[in-house]
């Protein structure tokens, strides 16, 4: 029904910037609040930030507040975020998510109904 495809990710050195971008398609109508995930090899999925569908409430994992600024562009069914700074503890396969559910913005992926790809993203020291 949606489906979303990120874009951005690369190779950068330790203090660059980088910014990720999700477009989605399909019943993109049907899609409330999104957020972005990454997983570094050997370790679980975690969460980086969630937005409202207006934008006016974001959320951010400790680790990236501060550095990391999610946004959406709605009349375009993009999402993105915003890295600077970077870190090489930054490194992993940065997923987009989707949530249907009409309910308060989530932090937890089995709260979130359509997932992208991945796309890499490596920092170098």
């Known amino acids: 029904q949606v489906q979303l495809v990120e874009s951005g990710g690369g190779l950068v050195q330790a203090g660059d910037s980088l910014r990720l971008s999700c477009a989605a398609s399909?019943?993109?109508?049907?899609?409330?609040?999104m957020g972005w995930f990454r997983q570094a090899p050997g370790k679980e999925r975690e969460f980086v930030a969630a937005i409202s569908w207006s934008g006016s409430n974001t959320y951010y994992a400790d680790s990236v507040k501060g550095r990391f600024t999610i946004s959406r562009d709605n009349a375009k069914n993009t999402l993105y975020l915003q890295m600077n700074r970077l870190k090489p503890e930054d490194t992993a396969v940065y997923y987009c998510?989707?949530?249907?559910?009409?309910?308060?913005?989530?932090?937890?992926?089995?709260?979130?109904?359509?997932w992208g790809q991945g796309t890499q993203v490596t920092v170098s020291s």
């Open positions: 998510a989707a949530q249907a559910a009409n309910v308060g913005i989530a932090t937890i992926p089995s709260a979130y109904n359509y």
């Open positions: 399909g019943r993109t109508f049907s899609v409330i609040h």
